[in-house]
């Protein structure tokens, strides 16, 4: 089955730049999809196809994939971006698959 | 406005079964093919189940096999999950999210949950 490997936590202080990464086999071959997800709420959907935003996320959110590793990076971070970061791609032989999630923590 | 509202969670005793529904509105909902995935406490997402928007393809996740069932009724635009011999594992928050063309999930509902308890 397919695996989906990201880093439990990042950590930034306001107005730096976070990066998440998500790493799969060969995941470059595939469209990559990012979740943000607050405490109680369900996770919304912010970049999909590797490099899209959905209308209303704002420019900080971007997305960039290529060979075994999907990147979400956002952009003078601030403090309601704290939340848990999902990636997920669809894969033949596993249907839907997410990542572990990171956690954003805003200094 | 479009959205997804769950319902028919609670508290269920292990090996019986609960069935969860999804009702989708704002948008075509016969459409579009849709999933559940769920999320036990304090962990990540979990993929469960797809059907498509004809209902002619479903998926399940291996954990689920044999004991869930999805299903629609695209004349009342909702969403069903039919959960038998569930155990205390199944607990969990469980949403349906509608699909993308290119395997993303760009709407999703509230989500209700499931305690399997005795």
């Known amino acids: 089955s397919y695996v989906l490997t990201q880093p439990p936590s990042v950590s930034v202080a306001p107005g730096q730049t976070a990066r998440f990464t998500c790493g799969g086999d060969n995941i470059g071959s595939k469209s990559v999809h990012w979740y943000r997800q607050k405490p109680g709420q369900a996770p919304v959907l912010v970049v999909y196809d590797d490099d899209d935003r959905p209308s209303g996320v704002p420019e900080r959110f971007s997305g960039s994939n290529s060979g075994n590793t999907a990147t979400l990076t956002i952009s003078r971070v601030e403090a309601g971006d704290e939340a848990d970061y999902y990636c997920?791609?669809?894969?033949?032989?596993?249907?839907?698959?997410f990542g572990g999630g990171t956690k954003l923590t805003v200094l | 406005q479009v959205q997804l509202v769950e319902s028919g969670g609670g508290v269920v005793q292990p090996g019986r079964s609960l069935r969860l529904s999804c009702a989708a509105s704002g948008f075509t909902f016969s459409n579009y093919g849709m999933h559940w995935v769920r999320q036990a406490p304090g962990k990540g997402l979990e993929w469960l189940a797809f059907i498509s928007y004809d209902t002619i393809n479903k998926y399940y996740t291996d954990s689920v096999k044999g004991r869930f069932t999805i299903s629609r009724d695209n004349s009342k635009s909702t969403l069903f999950m039919q959960m038998s011999r569930l155990r205390a594992e199944d607990t969990a928050v469980y949403y349906c999210a509608k699909e993308t063309q290119t395997g993303g999930l760009d709407m999703w509902g509230q989500g209700t949950m499931v305690i399997v308890s005795s």
């Open positions: 997920q791609v669809w894969d033949i032989s596993s249907d839907v698959v």
